[in-house]
T-cell receptor, first 117, second 115 residues
Framework: AQKVTQAQTEISVVEKEDVTLDCVYETRDTTYYLFWYKQPPSGELVFLIRRNSFDEQNEISGRYSWNFQKSTSSFNFTITASQVVDSAVYFCALSENGSSNTGKLIFGQGTTLQVKP | DTEVTQTPKHLVMGMTNKKSLKCEQHMGHRAMYWYKQKAKKPPELMFVYSYEKLSINESVPSRFSPECPNSSLLNLHLHALQPEDSALYLC??????????????FGEGSRLTVL
């Protein structure tokens, strides 16, 4: 069965601290996609990154970076020098069956990040 | 600003009312989705439309009736709902076919309260 686990339910940091959000996934597919979405209080799910199973290169985008390791089935997300605007719920997700055509994303339970000034 | 627009943003209805949620996208996407999200939970897939045809129904009760009038519009008709149906309803769209890169683009959601 496919599953995404975000073990951290809530994280609280002080502004400018670095923070890492963990994501562990399970799948039997050889081809799959992994995603991170941000959900601010407004409700919209904002797409942050997509990674396919054949691309294990880590990625950096400004203060955001992602570490994909197939050996440990993990896709962790680090925010460097966190800011209050980073406060949100963050979801890790896995696309089912590798096709991603169904749009059936398997979401983790989400990690609520609170960044205090 | 999101490119998937949902209306209304908030809706309060009684259990005997009939109402509709609307979703619109102009990104040329040919797949559209309805997700339901309860507080402090991840979104749960309800329906998927591919090329304006219903391709997935995740065993959703018939009091929820989706409709896809064209490739840009998606509706969710609501009738005889229960208080436990109160939730945030999220619409999303994505590409299909060879150009599909998997990510869904979500609207801000319609927050529904059933009294």
């Amino acid at each position: 069965a496919q599953k995404v686990t975000q073990a951290q339910t809530e994280i609280s940091v002080v502004e400018k601290e670095d923070v890492t959000l963990d994501c562990v996934y399970e799948t039997r597919d050889t081809t799959y996609y992994l995603f991170w979405y941000k959900q601010p209080p407004s409700g919209e799910l904002v797409f942050l990154i997509r990674r396919n199973s054949f691309d294990e290169q880590n990625e950096i985008s400004g203060r955001y970076s992602w570490n994909f390791q197939k050996s440990t089935s993990s896709f962790n997300f680090t925010i460097t020098a966190s800011q209050v605007v980073d406060s949100a719920v963050y979801f890790c997700a896995l696309s089912e069956n590798g096709s991603s055509n169904t749009g059936k994303l398997i979401f983790g339970q989400g990690t609520t990040l609170q960044v205090k000034p | 600003d999101t490119e998937v627009t949902q209306t209304p943003k908030h809706l309060v209805m009684g259990m005997t009312n009939k109402k509709s949620l609307k979703c619109e996208q102009h990104m040329g996407h040919r797949a559209m989705y309805w997700y339901k999200q309860k507080a402090k939970k991840p979104p749960e897939l309800m329906f998927v439309y591919s090329y304006e045809k219903l391709s997935i129904n995740e065993s959703v009760p018939s009091r929820f009736s989706p409709e896809c009038p064209n490739s840009s519009l998606l509706n969710l008709h609501l009738h005889a709902l229960q208080p436990e149906d109160s939730a945030l309803y999220l619409c999303a769209s994505s590409q299909l076919g060879l150009t599909n890169t998997g990510e869904l683009f979500f609207g801000e959601g319609s927050r529904l309260t059933v009294l």
